[in-house]
């Protein structure tokens, strides 16, 4: 049975930092592509970043240059590095491999 498990979501004042983790099991982690998502209230959930299960990675445009995806798979782990946070950050954020996804976490930032 695969499981993804998110956590590090919370509340930040615009600026700040957070890292989300998502920790898989039930899968080869390391033969996977992963993916964070997120859907903010009232929208449509969006890819935020993905990377290869060779490492190489992509972010949105609208995360360009703050936010960062890494994969460590001795501990079967995706992370998200989030920095200068910004309001419109303010979503729920979902890891993802393959048809499956975490449970989500939220990030709020206040203004």
């Known amino acids: 049975q695969v499981q993804l498990v998110e956590s590090g979501g919370g509340l930040v004042q615009t600026g700040g930092s957070l890292r989300l983790s998502c920790t898989a099991s039930?899968?080869?982690?390391?033969?996977?592509?992963m993916a964070w998502y997120r859907q903010a209230p009232g929208k449509q959930r969006e890819l935020v970043a993905v990377?290869?299960?060779?490492?190489?990675?992509n972010v949105a445009d609208s995360v360009k240059g703050r936010f960062t995806i890494s994969r460590d798979s001795a501990k079967n782990t995706v992370y998200l590095q989030m920095n200068s946070l910004k309001p419109e950050d303010t979503a729920v954020y979902y890891c993802?491999?393959?048809?499956?996804w975490g449970q989500g976490t939220q990030v709020t930032v206040s203004s």
């Open positions: 039930g899968i080869i982690f390391s033969r996977y592509g």
């Open positions: 993802n491999t393959i048809r499956f």
């Open positions: 990377i290869t299960a060779g490492g190489v990675t």
